[in-house]
Structure formats: C-alpha cells, structure tokens
C-alpha cells in the first residue's frame, strides 16, 4: 500500500522556526515530523509520495529515496491551491487503494493501520470545542454522513484530523469541485461528496493525535515523547562526579562533565556537550552537536542542532534554533505574575497558546546580548541579534532596527 504525505505548505503560524525549514523537518524528540510519521507508517505501506512545495529541495535532501525499508518519492505541488489540489498531484501514481494524511500532524500507528484496514474513511477524534474543527456526523455508528467546516451549531464532537483511506474515486470527485471561497480546491469537500454517493466511514484513534499547527505545539508534542517513548541509554562519556537521576538518553559522543545534575526525562542527542555546572530538569531536550554550559537550567525546552547557552542562562518551556547562542545571563520568562495563559503574536494578532508555562520561541543564528531578558511567548526571527541587558518585551522580526553600520551575522 502507498500513502501520500502533504507536506507542500509554507506554514506561517510556526515563523520564525519555519522561515528556514519546512514544518515536516522541525524536530520532535531529536527526529523530524516527517521521520515520525514514516515511523508510525512501517508495516502499514510499502511506499509514501511526498507531496513537497515550501523548500521542497531541503526534504528531499533530509529523506532521500528511502526511510527504514519505504520507499520514498516526491510530487511538487507548486502553487498552494488547497489540499485537494494537492492530493490531485499525484493522481497518476495511485492506481490501489491508499492512505493520505497531514504532513504536519502526529498520528499513533495503531491508529493508521486500523484507517488502513477500511476501505473508505477518516480518523476522527472526540475533542471538547467542535467550533475548531472540521465536524463528523455520523450514523449507523460510523457512517459518515455530513463533515461541517467549524460548525455554528454543535451536533458531534467527531473532529476529523487529517488523515484519510482513499480509493480512486476520491480523484474523480476532487475534479469536479468547485473551488472554495479562499479559492482553493479543500479535500474536506471531496469527502463531503464521497459521503453523499458511497459508503463512507469515520475510524475513532485509540491512540494519540497532536496536530503542530503552532510553534508552541512542538513543545507539547515533545512532552509527550519523552514522557511516553524514552528509553535510558548512556552511549556518551560521563563524568563520575555528574548525577543522572531517572529516564535520561545520552547519544554517541556526548559529554556530561562535573557538577552537572540530570533529571529525567531528558534526552541529549549526538555530540553534545553538557557543563560543568548545570541542571538539565524533565523535558530538557538536546539535539545533536547542542551545547549547556557553566550555571545554566533547562527545563522543559528544545535546544535544536548546534544550539549553545554556555553559562549563567536559565532556559524555561522554549525552543531554541540552530546555531544560536544565548548570551551569558539570558533568562526566558515562562510564567505571567498573574498565572493567566500565555498569549503569542501570531499572524497580526495576540493568539492565547493554551499554556500557563511558555518562554521564547527563537529562530536560527540567533546571537542574544549578555542579560537579555525575554518575556513569556515572544519570539526572535533568525539572524537577529539583541543589545546586552535588553528586554524583549515584543517578537523581533528582523535586523532593521540595529544602528547603519552593526555587524550582523548568519
């Protein structure tokens, strides 16, 4: 069996980690989305088209013609027309039933498998405000009979999430739509008219569904990770005089040097270098080549390749992108005085995250002055820098503001 996997789209709601990478090739435990996915997809398919778009060049540079014994191949979709014009791409190459999905949604693989197992139908899931979602009704138990697009009025808590068994007739229906009014061809639509002229059915997941639509997400999905799939391994050089307490992944050629306090769950990728001095606290996750010195905390944060906070930083709920370095005495602030949710500039508005607990979420090559302090949920775009002793209290989005003539960098 083949699957398509959509991951064309330039995803605006996940800026800054996304100006400079494809959502599929952000990273969730030290692998990237699209590799998750691949994973949850093994003994299921034989073979996944990637629908490529945004930086198309970057995955299939990352992925190549094969993951883990599935063959991989790639359609471009180059204007962003919808995802039913997407999946209209690769028409040609589906000639047997097959699966389609999200390229930046985390599915359980006892759950595709199942959806494999149908013969028309979408996973669904029961959330608690239906008004978010693309809405299932359903009779005869599993009969899809109606998808609503944010529903005004709430007659199922069925989300659908993004992940389909299609035959080729889904290509036929998909032909003859008429655009949406956004002006692009919605695969939502399609199933809407395969649930109108054929046996249509719904497959409620079992197990876990974590759609990254924002950059926050990434945090969330991390927690999950390594609270559910972490396993303890010592594969790096640590010192006798480090304390390594519970679930804690060490990667080939690490290091863990004196006075340095680990508390799992926590995972540190390949070729990292760990203090003296510091304490990594549950959730801390380090991918490869990243690097924590002297008096620094990470709690609950992602330091993505090459990332360096060497000494006096505390690091709370954030992601950190490549390469960046923190300056000695950066503190991301995590938590409002008042304990309400953490709002984030998303889009030309304040978007409320969900989380009582965000720091900063900061792109690559990012340089941060010595005591910078940030703000909870504010963002840095790649290649910025700040003054040293600065407050962040709004997202920086570019160079422009340092005087004519500042060095930049990256």
Known sequence: MKAVIMAAGKSTRTVPLTLTRPKPLLKVLNKPILAHQLDALRGVIDEA????????????????????????????????LGTGHALLQCADRMKEPFLAMNGDDLYAACDLARLAAAEQACLVKRVSDPRLYGICEVTD??????????????????????????????FDV?????????????????VQKLAEISDFRVVEVSGYWMPIGYAWNLLEANEYFIDTFLERGIHGEVSPAAHINGRVYIGEGSVVRSGVVIDGPVYIGKHCSVGPNCWLRPGATLCNGAKVGHAVEIKNSILCDGATVPHLSYVGDSIIGEKTNLGAG????????DGANISSFVNGKMVDTGRRKLGAIIGDNVHTGINTCLFPGRKLWPNVMTFPGESIRRDVTDVERLPQGYPTHG
């Open 49 to 80: 088209v990637i629908i490529v778009g945004y930086r198309k060049e970057m995955v299939q540079m990352a992925f190549g013609t094969s993951y883990e014994g599935i063959r991989l191949s790639y359609v471009e979709q180059a204007e962003q």
């Open 141 to 170: 138990g599993d009969r899809l009979t109606q998808l609503i697009e944010k529903p005004v009025e709430i007659t199922s808590d069925l989300a659908s999430i993004g992940a389909y068994k299609f035959t080729q007739a889904v």
């Open 174 to 190: 998909l032909r003859k739509l008429e655009p949406s009014p956004r002006g692009e061809i919605e695969l939502t639509d399609g």
């Open 330 to 337: 950066t503190i991301t602030a995590n938590l409002r005085h």
